[in-house]
């Protein structure tokens, strides 16, 4: 039968065919539905290709609805993202004719074992004589029985007639209350904080292969007594931190007891320093910043950087590295849609920007580089700067970025004055993406108290880390030299100085 355009009196056709288009949209259609839609006639081919028509305009829009270059790549959906996959020039490795690199043997064999020898071969089942030549392969594993040990300290209690209450030595074995030993909590430590794994996961490690079972709350009992253990070893780690010769910063959001907080992160070579709290703004910066910096400050163009009170020869360095990335953004997401009178300005403006950022990361890069010898041509890039700040622009994007270069014209060529500068804030960047891995795995902190625990932690990890020294081994010495003592060792003393 048919199909003639009586959709309105025959009731059965046109619920089929609302079926047929229903299923089409879904991708649920099948060849005999499809065979039906053209056996129904022309009205009801249109019916269906108008239909999927505005499903796929509906669908362009979405893909469209996603804002320009100052959207954060997280907001953006992953099927609309550029691919940042770039073919491999090469094989991986070591080129042909270099020397291998091999596993070091281990400095100690602790046990030396002989296999026993053959008597037939296992490929032909015939007997073979005996062995003239013994080969050595060296194995390093882990003993079968890899339980905690449990020790019961006998601990003599002295009645004092001066102080009149019973007293006791110090035991250095654990932090006072925990029944859980140094070297264990500065290995959950360094599980939890420094390599970003999960309460549950480190419960698991504990269970097996170690054989101890511990609840979630006695875990984060355990390293909240670790914080307030170290917490000098933060406050001194911030202190240095205010007072090197250079200083890279940044932030990423936080969530503590379900309430939007901010991670800071303050960083160079030798220290890591974070910091969680509620603004994101000036606020935090004051409260870290207690007085004025001296050093070069690294940072993005986020404002609150600016209210920083400088001293001396404080200077600001914003990322070039930022700036670089927006006007590939730019180009690739709101070049295409712009006016042709906008997009000849916004192409010479980004053409002379571009140049001019490069120019400035060459020289710095040169083996000969010093600002006293090369004064001449910071000088010059300068004023190309102030000149390209200045200009009068039809196009809404470089007016936008001509106001940024004004408003920051000191901040973005600081490294040629000061060498020991970095052009971009890409250390900051590095240091904060441990805690992004571990705000994904644990979802950030439930009290205020976790947030401080979390600060003081990963402040600790992270700077040991950098000072090539073992966080696991040095929180462990470090907790128990406190248990036995009260006071922490200094730490220049435990750690390399950076």
């Not at 949209?25 to 108008?50: F, I, P, S, T």
């Not at 300290?153 to 102080?163: E, S, T």
């Not at 875990?219 to 170290?230: I, P, S």
């Not at 020869?313 to 295409?336: F, N, S």
Request: net charge positive; glycine share 8%.
């Amino acid at each position: 039968m048919r199909y003639t355009g009586g959709m309105s009196t025959d009731a059965a056709i046109h619920a089929e065919l609302r079926t047929i288009i229903d299923a089409t949209l879904r991708g649920d259609v099948n060849e005999e539905q499809a065979a039906r839609v053209y056996e129904m006639g022309r009205e009801a081919v249109c019916a269906l290709m108008l239909a999927i028509g505005r499903r796929l305009a509906e669908l362009a829009d979405d893909h469209h609805a996603v804002p320009g270059p100052h959207t954060p790549s997280g907001a953006l959906p992953p099927y609309v993202r550029p691919s940042t996959s770039k073919r491999r020039r090469g094989k991986p490795g070591a080129r042909e004719g270099h020397e291998g690199h091999r596993r070091p043997t281990p400095p100690r064999i602790d046990r030396h074992e002989r296999i026993a020898d053959l008597r037939i071969c296992p490929h032909c089942d015939h007997p073979v004589r005996p062995a003239r030549t013994i080969r050595k392969r060296i194995i390093e594993d882990m003993p079968e029985d890899a339980r905690v040990e449990a020790v019961a300290y006998a601990i003599p209690r002295h009645w004092c007639p001066h102080c009149r209450k019973h007293v006791e030595p110090k035991l250095g074995a654990a932090l006072p209350g925990a029944t859980i030993g140094n070297r264990l909590a500065a290995m959950t430590v360094v599980f939890h904080y420094g390599l970003g794994l999960t309460i549950d996961q480190t419960r698991q490690i504990l269970r097996s292969p170690h054989g101890i079972t511990l609840s979630a709350g006695g875990l984060v009992n355990l390293w909240q007594r670790a914080a307030e253990a170290l917490l000098p070893w933060y406050e001194q780690i911030g202190e240095e931190a205010k007072n090197s010769a250079t200083l890279h910063a940044d932030e990423t959001g936080w969530r503590v007891d379900g309430q939007t907080h901010w991670l800071w992160c303050f960083c160079n070579h030798a220290t890591c320093h974070y910091i969680i709290d509620r603004s994101r703004g000036s606020p935090a910066l004051q409260q870290f910043f207690t007085e004025a910096f001296r050093g070069v400050l690294i940072h993005d163009f986020w404002r609150p950087y600016g209210s920083v009170l400088l001293e001396g020869d404080g200077e600001h360095q914003c990322c070039l590295a930022h700036l670089l990335r927006e006007l590939d953004h730019v180009d690739e997401h709101a070049l295409p849609g712009k006016p042709p009178r906008q997009a000849a300005c916004w192409r010479g403006f980004v053409k002379k920007l571009r140049r001019l950022l490069r120019d400035g990361i060459r020289l710095r890069r040169r083996h000969d580089f010093t600002p006293a010898k090369y004064t001449s041509r910071i000088r010059l890039i300068d004023r190309r700067l102030a000149v390209l700040a200045c200009g009068a622009y039809v196009d809404g994007d470089a007016q936008r970025l001509a106001k940024r270069l004004q408003r920051h014209q000191d901040q973005l060529f600081t490294f040629l004055d000061r060498p020991e500068a970095s052009w971009e804030n890409n250390r900051a960047e590095r240091e904060i993406r441990p805690a992004v891995i571990l705000r994904k795995n644990s979802q950030c902190n439930r009290s205020r108290r976790g947030a401080a625990t979390q600060a003081v932690l990963m402040s600790v990890y992270r700077t040991l880390h950098l000072r090539g020294r073992d966080p696991r081994q040095v929180i462990e010495n470090a907790l128990a030299a406190y248990a036995a003592t009260g006071k922490l060792p200094p730490l220049l003393s435990t750690v390399a100085d950076g």
